[in-house]
């Protein structure tokens, strides 16, 4: 089941990138620099952004440490569950970093983000923090979810992220209600539903996409297309793998999901064009270096030379290194002592949330059902529960 020499060659473009010839002044001051993206991007019904990026050496570090801080974060996660203080389903987001930071660098946290169960790093972007994220995992008091939900059932309302879903495509319907709901309170912010490219043919998102598209909602569909519905290749699953056109009368741009800058670029773009036209899709063509998810070793139906290959090429991580020594805005070890002290960071978590105590029981059925109709007492006193039920 590899994939063909076309196929790998596809996903192996190699690191190219123009760069002004500004330097860097101080990682505390924002030196206006200009980045082409890697690749150019490819549209749908609506004329591309620029390839040209503003960035700034600031931003560049920050992309740098809060990407290297999520990798170091999936990869301790994939050793929790092995030591199974990890339980139920855990689906790691390495080599996917770039989409996560490169949104949140081009929207507020009044806009929206939902997503499927791949949601660690999204949860770390929205300002989540490392704390909230391991005692979640381990099912833990203080975790974002209070312990209840698990890998799959990240949350911040107050950041504007609605969570991590488990049903497959059943959180893009929930995106296009976040969406009227910001253009009937007459906001100026924009909704991104976030799904995979096994996600892609689902009924469901069809049907929500219609609706945004008659009531041009805010709406954002991304479609983070990691080659990979669980062990199925794309072309296997999809009679039309270009998800980017998908939504035919909606516009698209695919998008160069290794790319922090590109990713940057086009979620301002598709932003900017939401809250003017209504709806577009983004495809962002990444990739996962773990399984789908830790069930899964992510090699019987890929080969090791594929996975690595991505790697050594098109990994976010090492483009944003290479960027940052290129403008001379860091040393190799300057940028070596900050994967020092995200180690460190993510340790020191770890440690602090495996202490964390586990949720009460009495909080089980709290945020599940409505309060007034006696489901609240379930787990405290039975003969009351049955008394308040018809």
């Known amino acids: 089941m590899a994939l063909s020499t076309r196929r790998i060659a596809s996903l192996l473009n190699p690191f190219s990138v123009a760069v002004s010839s500004i330097r860097h002044l101080s990682t505390d001051s924002a030196a206006a620099i200009t980045v082409e993206t890697n690749l150019p991007f490819s549209a749908h019904n609506v004329d591309p952004p620029p390839r040209t990026v503003e960035t700034t050496d600031k931003e560049l570090m920050g992309f740098?440490?809060?990407?290297?801080?999520?990798?170091?974060?999936e990869i301790a996660s994939d050793s929790l569950y092995?030591?199974?203080?990890?339980?139920?389903?855990?689906?790691?987001?390495?080599?996917?970093?770039?989409?996560a930071v490169g949104m949140e660098s081009a929207i507020t946290r009044k806009d929206c983000i939902i997503t499927a169960y791949r949601d660690h790093c999204i949860?770390?972007?929205?300002?989540?923090?490392?704390?909230?994220?391991?005692?979640?995992?381990?099912?833990?008091?203080?975790?974002?979810?209070?312990?209840?939900?698990?890998?799959?059932?990240?949350?911040?309302?107050?950041?504007?992220?609605y969570g991590g879903h488990g049903i497959v495509g059943a959180q893009v319907p929930l995106g296009i209600g976040l969406a009227f709901a910001q253009k009937y309170s007459k906001e100026d912010y924009v909704s991104f539903s976030l799904y995979g490219d096994g996600a892609a043919n689902q009924g469901q998102l069809f049907e929500a996409l219609n609706m945004a598209a008659l009531w041009d909602l805010p709406a954002i569909l991304v479609c983070e297309n990691n080659h990979y519905g669980m062990g199925t290749a794309e072309w296997r699953a999809a009679k039309s793998p270009a998800y980017y056109k998908r939504g035919d009368y909606v516009p698209g741009l695919k998008v160069d999901g290794m790319d922090v800058l590109a990713v940057k670029q086009a979620c301002k773009f598709a932003k900017d064009h939401a809250l003017k036209n209504g709806p577009i899709i983004l495809e962002m063509d990444t990739y996962r270096y773990h399984g789908h998810s830790m069930s899964d070793?992510?090699?019987?139906?890929?080969?090791?030379?594929?996975?690595?290959?991505?790697?050594?090429?098109?990994?976010?991580?090492?483009?944003?290194?290479?960027?940052?020594l290129s403008h001379d805005l860091a040393t190799e070890k300057e940028l070596k002592d900050i994967e020092k002290e995200v180690r460190?960071?993510?340790?020191?978590?770890?440690?602090?949330?495996?202490?964390?105590?586990?949720?009460?029981?009495?909080?089980?059925?709290?945020n599940v059902y409505v309060k007034g109709f006696g489901t609240e007492a379930f787990g405290a006193d039975r003969k009351e529960v049955r008394a308040t039920l018809p």
């Open 123 to 161: 949860y770390l972007a929205r300002g989540g923090t490392l704390l909230g994220a391991f005692s979640e995992l381990m099912g833990r008091k203080n975790g974002c979810s209070k312990g209840k939900g698990g890998s799959m059932h990240f949350y911040k309302k107050d950041s504007g992220f």
């Open 64 to 73: 740098f440490r809060d990407m290297a801080l999520m990798r170091r974060m």
């Open 344 to 366: 460190k960071e993510v340790d020191e978590a770890i440690t602090k949330a495996k202490e964390s105590p586990m949720p009460d029981a009495s909080e089980l059925f709290t």
């Open 297 to 324: 070793p992510g090699s019987t139906y890929r080969t090791r030379d594929e996975i690595s290959g991505v790697r050594q090429e098109r990994d976010p991580v090492e483009r944003v290194r290479k960027l940052i």
């Open 82 to 99: 092995k030591a199974k203080l990890i339980r139920g389903f855990c689906h790691l987001y390495d080599g996917q970093e770039a989409v």
